[in-house]
């Protein structure tokens, strides 16, 4: 099975549905002493909490029990969805004592460790995406710009999105022509896993991919 896979299973599930994952995630939290991610990753710290950013969302971590919680319309929550509450636990737990970026991008099904390297025909994850922008490329560079994205001179369309300050992810999409159908890469540094799982991957994937659906649907329903 494909990281993309276990993603794709888990998208729209909320955490506190894993109860053996939450448990398990916040029993290793628990009286969470941040010194050390605080340095290797720059992230700031208080005596009640550890503050992160993903996809530009605030989040924190409550130190006495590992309680994660995102800020949304100005308020504090902890009612997170399964796959970036992994995301952001993974940060904090896999992060290396000296991670070092490479700046060669490769794409997330074929870095180092995972057993498989073959991609799958129809992605779960990719799949569906492929099929929603073919032929409609202006719209999705309109929302990757929405979002943040950076332009990149890749493909027919690319851009750089920012999960985490240090783990940054590039979509490259190619259009539909009359010998091929739609086709989306996903690329990460090849030394991503110095900050987080390969796993993990497939979650920041689902992540931004829900994101830009999202959009799109909000953008459809409003015209």
Same mark, same amino acid.
């Given at each position: 099975m494909s990281v993309n896979y276990h993603a794709f299973q888990c998208r729209g599930f909320l955490f506190d549905e894993y109860e053996a994952h939450k448990e398990h995630w916040l029993a290793f939290f628990q009286n969470y002493d941040p010194r050390r991610v605080v340095h290797i990753?720059?992230?700031?710290?208080?005596?009640?909490?550890?503050?992160?950013? !993903? !996809?530009?969302?605030? !989040?924190?971590?409550?130190? #006495?029990?590992?309680?994660?919680?995102?800020? @949304?319309? /100005?308020?504090w929550s902890s009612r997170l969805y399964f796959n970036e509450a992994m995301v952001c636990y993974h940060l904090l737990h896999y992060v290396k004592d000296t991670p070092m970026l490479t700046g060669a991008w490769t794409p997330n099904t074929a870095l180092d460790g995972i057993i498989s390297r073959t991609e799958p025909q129809h992605d779960p994850l990719f799949a569906p995406f492929e099929k929603r922008f073919t /032929?409609? @490329?202006?719209?999705?560079?309109?929302? =990757?710009?929405?979002?943040? /994205?950076?332009?990149?001179?890749? /493909?027919?369309? =690319? !851009?750089?999105?920012?999960?985490?300050?240090? #783990?940054h992810l590039q979509v490259l999409f190619y259009d539909a022509d009359e010998d091929f159908p739609a086709q989306v890469k996903v690329l990460v540094d090849r030394h991503v896993t110095d900050y987080i799982h390969f796993e993990t991957t497939g979650c920041l994937i689902s992540d931004l991919f829900e994101k830009i659906e999202q959009m799109d649907d909000a953008e459809a329903n409003n015209g």
């Open positions: 990753l720059g992230l700031t710290a208080d005596e009640d909490y550890l503050y992160l950013s !993903y !996809y530009q969302t605030p !989040y924190r971590m409550r130190l #006495v029990d590992g309680t994660l919680e995102k800020k @949304i319309n /100005g308020e /032929g409609r @490329i202006a719209q999705l560079e309109a929302l =990757c710009k929405r979002l943040g /994205g950076v332009r990149q001179d890749k /493909g027919d369309l =690319c !851009y750089e999105f920012e999960a985490f300050p240090q #783990v």
